[in-house]
């Protein structure tokens, strides 16, 4: 969109105001927030001043802290507040190494209605690195004022507004003849806050998507293809290729076994380090340390597969939790994972070795429906990737009984796939040996653990399969009740994933489920001789935006059946369609609790 010198655009967001919660021991009454571009001779940086004040709403002692991000590409110019400085490195979640620190200023207010200030400086010495900017708080917000000003000079550079929706904000873009000013004032907004299963904060929170870095998708990629031009060769190469490929006969045996073979040798871990976060370490120190990122991984899958005379090409992507494509928004926020394409007899195969237990055929849903920005020459390829139907992550586990001894007595068999397998897998494979055989043996058990469950093995977990599956022998004395000449069978397992009903008491976001999914339960009971079938309950099928709730009680000759199947096919529940999953839920559970009477 063009805007003229002296126009002025106002975007409001009307929504009910809010109020402080019962727990807001701490809210900000001020705050301005303001981001300058600024160039000189040599480069372009921004410049960043933040000023809050904040008020006490408890009759006890509050500590307010302010939390000053920096790191290599963001230096901290000065923070001022009553207070005590801390300053340490913070490493997120599952993060090897990361080069970010914080400076927290931890002040205090001592009486109900007093209030404290702070402020602080930074510079982005690199607008690479500078793509997104929240506007929301940890504390509840009064009254906040944020800006960013783009001087005319550099006009490439744009702000693109995310899930604004909902939120208190007004947005004000001024054209003068300076450049531009883009301002939103926030009020009456909640404090950002996690939350079991919630959304990725991407895809809730407002927040600024800043552009002009890059001009294109082209420049991104020739970027990142430069980041990524690193000394590939691998010493003796041609024995690790042998050794790799020791029982392989085909094409596909080689890029199976090759696939399979960084899966099981190299350890994934998350490395984040400004420039180094983005380009990849060297094949070679891969192999030596034994571990690597997204990116090391899969340049050392891409090295070993061409080495091998195969079309392989690393590859820039997105997970789920990036709500925009390359093509769209060309920023380093826009693509915050690496994995290796594979082109092969026509088929595309996207090879993500920081999953360990899929075949490589499968593609991870968390990447499913991405855009991919895969190498090409001097331009990239850009490719949308496929989207596999829930059926495609399957957890299912079977019984099949007689009646024996006043029992139901027989055999139980779990078969899992895709993100399921890897899910379950991954779980297990912390555990010690024992442990390992415990979890099994509690797949197999109903949730009170009120069966016997003996023999448990495995009859195929080898991670180059599509199918992982074990099995052991059941004896359920509870699952039968006798009065008269009447057997009463209870067939639901009660084994399950995802029924736990979800609380919304204090609930403020949608919910997220692990994945989309079949969960399928079977039990098959042979009639016993001498009996009939007095009352088969009947089948029900609920359903709700988010999935199908079924379950059916059916006779094939002599066997009854009882087929239970949850099917997840969106992940993301809107927070007021949980009540209505939460009573098909219960609804569902009552009609699959229902029990086959047999009679003498």
């Not at 003068?176 to 929170?205: C, F, H, L, W």
């Not at 983005?278 to 990122?293: A, C, I, T, W």
């Amino acid at each position: 969109m063009r805007f003229f010198t002296g126009v002025v655009f106002f975007t409001a967001f009307f929504t009910t105001s809010n109020a402080q919660k019962w727990d807001d021991k701490i809210v900000i009454s001020q705050c301005t927030e303001n981001y300058s571009f600024v160039k000189d001779s040599k480069k372009t940086v921004v410049k960043n001043i933040k000023k809050i004040t904040y008020e006490s709403l408890s009759s006890s002692y509050v500590v307010p802290e302010t939390d000053v991000v920096y790191g290599e590409y963001i230096t901290l110019d000065n923070i001022s507040g009553k207070g005590i400085k801390i300053y340490k490195n913070i490493t997120p979640e599952n993060i090897f190494y990361d080069d970010t620190k914080v400076c927290i200023l931890r002040s205090s207010i001592l009486q109900k209605g007093k209030t404290c200030s702070a402020s602080y400086q930074r510079t982005f010495t690199d607008t690479k690195y500078f793509a997104t900017v929240y506007l929301l708080d940890e504390y509840f917000i009064r009254n906040k004022t944020l800006s960013i000003t783009i001087p005319k000079e550099l006009s490439g550079y744009q702000i693109k507004e995310m899930n604004f929706e909902g939120y208190n904000i007004q947005s004000k873009h001024e054209t003068t003849a300076q450049g531009e000013v883009y301002s939103y004032i926030i009020s009456q907004e909640n404090r950002m806050k996690k939350e079991d299963r919630m959304p990725p904060e991407s895809n809730v929170y407002p927040y600024l998507l800043i552009t002009g870095p890059f001009e294109d998708v082209n420049a991104l990629y020739s970027w990142s293809k430069e980041m990524a031009n690193v000394n590939c060769d691998i010493p003796n190469i041609n024995s690790l290729l042998q050794e790799i490929n020791k029982e392989s006969k085909t094409d596909e045996d080689r890029i199976s076994n090759t696939y399979h073979w960084v899966q099981d040798n190299i350890r994934y871990v998350a490395f984040e380090a400004g420039e180094s976060g983005h380009r990849p370490e060297q094949p070679q120190e891969v192999l030596r340390k034994r571990y690597g990122d997204c990116k090391g991984m899969a340049l050392l899958l891409k090295t070993l597969l061409k080495a091998q005379g195969f079309d392989a090409r690393l590859t820039d992507i997105g997970t789920d939790e990036i709500p925009y494509k390359m093509s769209e928004c060309p920023t380093l926020a826009s693509a915050n994972h690496v994995i290796c394409t594979l082109f092969h007899k026509g088929k595309t195969y996207y090879l993500d070795a920081t999953y360990n237990y899929t075949p490589y055929t499968y593609i991870p849903q968390n990447i499913q429906g991405s855009e991919a920005m895969i190498e090409d020459g001097d331009k990239p390829l850009l490719q949308i990737l496929p989207t596999f139907k829930s059926d495609a992550s399957l957890d299912s586990l079977s019984y099949q009984y007689k009646i024996q001894d006043n029992a139901l007595v027989g055999k139980a068999t779990y078969y899992i796939r895709g993100d399921m397998k890897e899910w379950f897998m991954t779980s297990t494979s912390y555990n010690s040996q024992k442990e390992h055989d415990e979890i099994l043996t509690n797949n197999l058990n109903s949730d009170a653990h009120s069966m016997t469950v003996t023999n448990v093995k495995w009859i195929n977990n080898d991670n180059r399969k599509e199918w992982a599956c074990f099995e052991g022998n059941v004896v359920n004395k509870n699952g039968i009740q006798q009065s008269g000449r009447e057997l009463y069978i209870e067939m639901n397992p009660h084994n399950n994933f995802f029924i736990s009903r979800i609380d919304t008491t204090q609930r403020t976001h949608d919910y997220y489920f692990k994945m989309r999914c079949n969960v399928v339960r079977q039990v098959s009971l042979t009639i016993p001789t001498g009996y009939k079938v007095d009352y088969l309950p009947p089948s029900a099928t609920f359903t709700t935006p988010e999935g199908t709730l079924s379950c059916q009680f059916t006779r094939q000759g002599n066997t009854i059946v009882f087929h239970q199947k949850m099917k997840i096919s969106k992940r993301r529940m809107p927070l007021n369609n949980i009540p209505k999953w939460n009573e098909a839920i219960s609804k569902w559970k009552d009609a699959c609790n229902e029990q086959v009477i047999l009679k003498r």
